[in-house]
Structure formats: C-alpha cells, structure tokens
Antibody, heavy 122, light 108 residues
Framework: QVVESGGGLVQPGESLRLSCAAS????????MNWVRQAPGKGLEWVAS????????KFVDSVMGRFTISRDNAKNSLFLQMNSLRAEDTAVYYC?????????????????WGQGTLVTVSP | SSELTQDPAVSVALGQTVRITCQGD??????ASWYQQKPGQAPILVIYNKNTRPSGIPDRFSGSSSGNTTSLTITGAQAEDEADYYC???????????FGGGTKLTVL
C-alpha cells in the first residue's frame, strides 16, 4: 500500500512537500507517480520517477515548479511543490506503476493512496 | 484539454450491459487502463493491458481495443458499479501519461 502525507493550506507563492510511504512491495523495483484531482474535476497526471530516480517526467503545467524524488532506503516518494498557485489546489495521490522493472512508466497505476489535500489560497 | 476523450455521462439499467469508450491517437500505440472512482474515494484499477483484471475485480468488467478507441464493458451492471470511470494511457509522444476526462456512470 501507499500512504500520502504533507498536504495543507498554503498561500500563493509558497512551497509544500508531499510524502508517500510505501509498504508491502519492493519499492525500488517500480516507477512511482503523483496524480492530482482538483475539486469536482477529473484526474490529472502530475509526475513520474523511475526506479533509481534518474528519470523524471512532469506535466507541462508544473515543469520548473515541482520536483519529484524518492528514497529507496526508506521506501518513500516525495513531491516538492514550489511557487504554488490557486490552480494547484487538489487532492494529490501517490500511485505505483503496476509493472515491475519497467523501462518506462506504462501508466497502469495500482495501488493508489487515499490522497492528501493541498489548498492554495490567500 | 485531454488527449483522451470520454463521454461525460452514461446510464444503464440494473443488470444490463454498458460500454464506456475512450478515444485518442495514442491508443493506436499504447494500451489504456481503466479506473473506477466512487465519491470520496481514491481511484482503483479495474482493467489494464487491454483486458486484464487485477485480483478482486469482478469478471463482469472487461476491456477491448480497436484502432484509436478503447472500451470498458460492464456485463450485468450492479448498483455498486455506479461511479466515475477514467481511462489513461501514455500520450502521443510517449513521454507523459494522460487521463480521459472521465465518465459518470449511473445505474438506473
């Protein structure tokens, strides 16, 4: 399973770091991902990171503001969010790629965490 | 705008069969996956690799693909299947992942 933490209320321009704790599987063998869902809206992929952290992908709207990282020794995934905007307000989900040892993120996400809410408001 | 297109809403009578579709150019090259999301809950994977169900997903859920369209079929829809359904896939460049806009399924 995966469990997110670190969400909260911040003002525009501020930063926040989300964490995702993984258990029950060999974390270092899987691509990991962040997906967000704005209130009342659909799912939006945010970022992916490969098994050793050497490859990172981002949706265009967060490029240069968000960073994804992982600590395989601690079975943890992170999302550092800087220069936050109102449009970043969403529930942020951590999700594992389903395929073990893949050379790219296949996009089949399972399992998902319960999500952590990030609210950006003055 | 999403590179994957879904109908916003679909309804089905209890016990009948419903097909939810997802269209996009990237689906010619990549298999999509499907997610069910009920209000206040995280999404769960119901179909991946064209027509593979994770353990615990009822066999009334199935997937198919042809050309630029992938479909999720629920054969004998149950009341508990009422939910939002999302498809996703890699995008046309292969570098990113995209989700469809979602389909709200109502079981009548």
């Amino acid at each position: 399973q995966v469990v997110e933490s670190g969400g909260g209320l911040v003002q525009p321009g501020e930063s926040l770091r989300l964490s995702c704790a993984a258990s029950g599987f060999t974390f270092s063998l899987y691509w990991m991902n962040w997906v967000r869902q704005a209130p009342g809206k659909g799912l939006e992929w945010v970022a992916s990171i490969n098994q050793d952290g050497s490859v990172k992908k981002f949706v265009d709207s967060v490029m240069g503001r968000f960073t994804i990282s992982r600590d395989n020794a601690k079975n943890s995934l992170f999302l550092q969010m800087n220069s936050l905007r109102a449009e970043d307000t969403a529930v942020y989900y951590c999700a594992r790629d389903r395929v073990v040892g893949a050379s790219y993120s296949v996009g089949w996400f399972d399992p998902w965490g319960q999500g952590t809410l990030v609210t950006v408001s003055p | 705008s999403s590179e994957l297109t879904q109908d916003p809403a679909v309804s089905v009578a209890l016990g009948q069969t419903v097909r939810i579709t997802c269209q996009g150019d990237s689906l010619r090259n990549y298999y999509a996956s499907w997610y069910q999301q009920k209000p206040g809950q995280a999404p769960i994977l119901v179909i991946y690799n064209k027509n593979t169900r994770p353990s615990g997903i009822p066999d009334r859920f199935s997937g198919s693909s042809s050309g630029n369209t992938t479909s999720l079929t629920i054969t004998g829809a149950q009341a508990e299947d009422e939910a939002d359904y999302y498809c996703n896939s890699r995008d046309s460049s292969g570098n990113h992942v995209v989700f469809g806009g979602g389909t709200k399924l109502t079981v009548l």
